[in-house]
């Protein structure tokens, strides 16, 4: 049996390990049980998410078995990593509802059943009643302060200030890794390399404490050429759930890929043979372009279905060709100027937007560039775009 690193590091995913021979060896041996943790600060996961649920997939499907951590606990104090502000802290309330929608989706990708289904566990179960004397005394004693701020997460935000309250994010998670420990037999934590102190905080507690072998690996984070992190728009994030991004623009997302991302892409997001994805971007002139339909129709088709991403690719195809079939969208009747309809059909989230889209000379109706938002609309149905890539077919009445 081909050792799911070898899997894991041919397609790019692997930034880091940590007593990397034994893993190996073990992985090749016998089946691991593994956990990755997703804060649930959204009621959707987003692509940043994807990525590590295609990790776990290809772990699963080499014979280990998934635990998926939602952080409904470490929720409450919010975790540091990336970023230059503290995170507002989120009710009881609606961290229960996100993890029941997180559940929801990632059933869609990571099988439950067999012998290796995964489970899903939350981590507000066990740290929402710990008596905090203890816990000191039992992990706490385990952690170097002068150690815990070199790691990145912390430094980054010693200029602008590190609260105490985060500063208790890196013992929380290397809790948990410990408790599943103990509970599943859980010897391997998996996440986005900037968690990597944090899960190596948890792979040194459990050596310390129960004398057992535990493992770190962190995977390359998902981002541009440039640098950047993928996932973003001028929008906002590019979710899985189609009511927060359609699978209409889920698939434009890919489908405008930058040329130097499109290998990266579809080693990271697909299953595809490695072989198939060299024949598919080979070439780096137009032809690269039938890389990218492939990729936004593969990458659609594992979140959406393949029905809907033959329908995203068929509008997509339409509304570039210039031939029938763009995405449809009715509005009332009533609706009598353009800036009414460029909220009603969700291009634009408010007037101001709107205005803004107009006045910036990004808005075309009937392929004439849009100068008044105050302009009366034509009559029945026309073409509304946003931009040089969201089009859209808008019906009255």
């Known amino acids: 049996m081909k050792n799911v690193m070898d899997t894991l590091r041919a397609r790019g995913f692997i930034k880091q390990t940590v007593y990397e021979e034994e893993l190996y060896e073990k992985l090749s041996s016998e089946s691991m049980a593994f956990y990755i943790g997703f804060d649930p ?4 996961l987003h692509v940043g998410h ?24 470490t929720a409450m104090i919010g975790d540091p990593s990336g970023r230059t502000d503290m995170r507002s802290m989120m009710t009881k309330e609606t961290i229960a509802h996100h993890v029941e929608c997180f559940k929801k989706q990632m059933a869609r990708f990571i099988s439950f059943e067999g012998k290796n289904g995964a489970i899903v566990v939350n981590n507000a179960d066990w740290l929402m009643n710990l008596n905090y004397i203890d816990f000191l005394r039992e992990i706490g004693v385990h952690f170097s302060v002068n150690k815990m701020l070199t790691a990145e997460c912390f430094r980054s935000r010693m200029e602008k200030g590190l609260s105490f309250l985060e500063f208790n994010y890196m013992l929380m998670q290397a809790y948990d890794f410990l408790y599943l420990n103990r509970q599943y037999g859980c010897a391997l934590e998996l996440g986005g390399d900037d968690q990597w102190s944090n899960i190596l905080a948890g792979a040194d507690l459990i050596r310390r404490k129960e004398g057992k072998s535990a493992f770190a690996m962190t995977f390359t984070l998902l981002t541009t050429s440039e640098g950047k992190k993928m996932g973003k728009t001028q929008a906002g994030a590019v979710w899985l759930d189609e009511n927060k991004t359609s699978p209409y623009d889920f698939y434009q997302y890919w489908r405008n890929t930058n040329d130097a991302d499109v290998e990266k ?23 690269i372009n039938a890389a990218k339909e492939r990729l936004a129709f593969e990458l659609t088709k594992l979140v959406h279905g393949e029905e809907k991403a033959q329908k995203a690719q068929s509008e997509a195809r339409a509304a570039f060709g210039g031939g029938g079939g763009m995405p449809e969208v009715k509005i009332s009747a009533a609706c009598a100027t353009l800036l009414s309809a460029l909220v009603q059909t969700g291009l ?20 004439e560039k849009a100068t008044d938002v105050n302009a009366s609309l034509p009559a029945g149905e026309f073409t509304l775009f946003k931009g040089k890539k969201v089009r859209l077919r808008v019906v009255r009445g």
Not at 266 to 285: G, K, M, S, V, Y
Not at 348 to 367: D, H, I
């Open 348 to 367: 634009c989230k408010s007037n101001g937007e709107a205005r803004r889209l107009v006045e910036q000379g990004g808005v075309s109706v009937n392929g």
């Open 50 to 73: 994807f990525m590590q649920l295609i990790a776990m997939k290809h772990m699963q499907d080499a014979g280990h078995k998934p635990i998926i951590l939602i952080g409904g606990g």
């Open 265 to 287: 892409c579809f080693r990271l997001l697909t299953f595809l043979p490695l072989e198939e994805i060299n024949e598919l971007c080979a070439h780096q002139d137009e032809r």
């Open 41 to 44: 600060t959204a009621d959707s």
